[in-house]
């Protein structure tokens, strides 16, 4: 073998483990794209989920508005979903995405 053709063994191994480390750097990565309300309300998820978006303006402290504003950020960058409360069909619940 030479010194320019490469070992496709070794090569194989370094990109597994830089995809390893892109999928768990990948919402740290996406999370500092976002607004700081976006990273408290995603907080408030990580301790207690599924919330409601009245129950994410109680824990947070966030006015309802830039509270549904996060939730939206949070839900268009793929961290958070949302899902029909059962308890109440106008209302959604939301939690973090896996």
Do not use: H, W
Not at 46 to 56: A, C, G, K, N, S
Request: proline share 5%; hydrophobic share 35%.
């Amino acid at each position: 073998m030479s010194a320019t053709e490469t070992d496709p063994e070794v090569d194989g191994n370094a990109d597994t483990d830089a995809r390893a480390d892109e999928d768990s750097g990948s919402t740290e990565t996406a999370l500092a794209d976002l607004p700081p309300s976006a990273k408290l309300v995603y907080k408030v998820l990580e301790y207690e989920q599924p919330l409601t978006q009245e129950t994410v303006v109680a824990e947070s402290r966030l006015c309802p508005r830039t509270a549904r504003y996060a939730l939206g950020k949070l839900e268009d960058a793929g961290l958070v979903t949302s899902r029909a409360c059962l308890e109440d069909a106008r209302q959604s619940k939301y939690r973090l995405a896996e």
